[in-house]
T-cell receptor, first 112, second 115 residues
Framework: QKEVEQDPGPLSVPEGAIVSLNCTYSNSAFQYFMWYRQYSRKGPELLMYTYSSGNKEDGRFTAQVDKSSKYISLFIRDSQPSDSATYLCAMNSGGSNYKLTFGKGTLLTVNP | GAVVSQHPSWVICKSGTSVKIECRSLDFQATTMFWYRQFPKQSLMLMATSNEGSKATYEQGVEKDKFLINHASLTLSTLTVTSAHPEDSSFYIC???????????FGSGTRLTVV
């Protein structure tokens, strides 16, 4: 079993839809959770950073962490064509271990 | 916000030659930088952790003599792909942690094509 599982998609939605992206993980030591957006041939861009279980909202984006279920989600409201990208979840245990473990990434296309 | 600059953005080289990729933290000091490799439609694979003033820590299966990492200052890490072969063609990305902010900042990546 991989440490982080993420459905690679692809996921195609109409403009304005609510998008739900998810990752599961097996390492209970993971405490810090991130969502990155990566456009084709570019480096990943940090979207959301969360530490504790619960929800965190930033504009159209909401990150959700459920440590008891080892499950994290990213919701995108009112999706736009410019949201079309690959979304990667990433996590680590923090402290002296700074290495990030990534999911495979989900390719999202928002159709106008 | 934290900015990581990576150069070149793309490079084509002949088989057998060496290529150097630079990663700079522009507005913060980074004692640790990370080098990743990404194949098409796949996730990022950590190659090594670059530590300022000391040897890099390589992940299992990564040839340290082939992928030379130098982190000579708090703002610059370099990855040199030595004696490159077509199978080394990939997208290489660096990242660093700005302690003033959460998360890790990534460079824009370098697409290496070995012909």
């Amino acid at each position: 079993q991989k440490e982080v599982e993420q459905d690679p998609g692809p996921l195609s939605v109409p403009e304005g839809a609510i998008v739900s992206l998810n990752c599961t993980y097996s390492n209970s030591a993971f405490q810090y959770f991130m969502w990155y957006r990566q456009y084709s041939r570019k480096g990943p861009e940090l979207l959301m950073y969360t530490y504790s279980s619960g929800n965190k909202e930033d504009g159209r984006f909401t990150a959700q962490v459920d440590k008891s279920s080892k499950y994290i989600s990213l919701f995108i409201r009112d999706s736009q064509p410019s949201d079309s990208a690959t979304y990667l979840c990433a996590m680590n245990s923090g402290g002296s271990n700074y290495k990030l473990t990534f999911g495979k990434g989900t390719l999202l296309t928002v159709n106008p | 916000g934290a900015v990581v600059s990576q150069h070149p953005s793309w490079v084509i080289c002949k088989s057998g030659t060496s290529v150097k990729i630079e990663c700079r933290s522009l507005d913060f000091q980074a004692t640790t930088m990370f080098w990743y490799r990404q194949f098409p439609k796949q996730s990022l694979m950590l190659m090594a952790t670059s530590n300022e003033g000391s040897k890099a820590t390589y992940e299992q299966g990564v040839e340290k003599d082939k992928f030379l990492i130098n982190h000579a200052s708090l703002t610059l890490s370099t990855l040199t792909v030595t004696s490159a072969h077509p199978e080394d063609s990939s997208f290489y990305i660096c990242s660093a942690k700005d302690n003033r902010a959460h998360g890790y900042t990534f460079g824009s990546g370098t697409r290496l094509t070995v012909v």
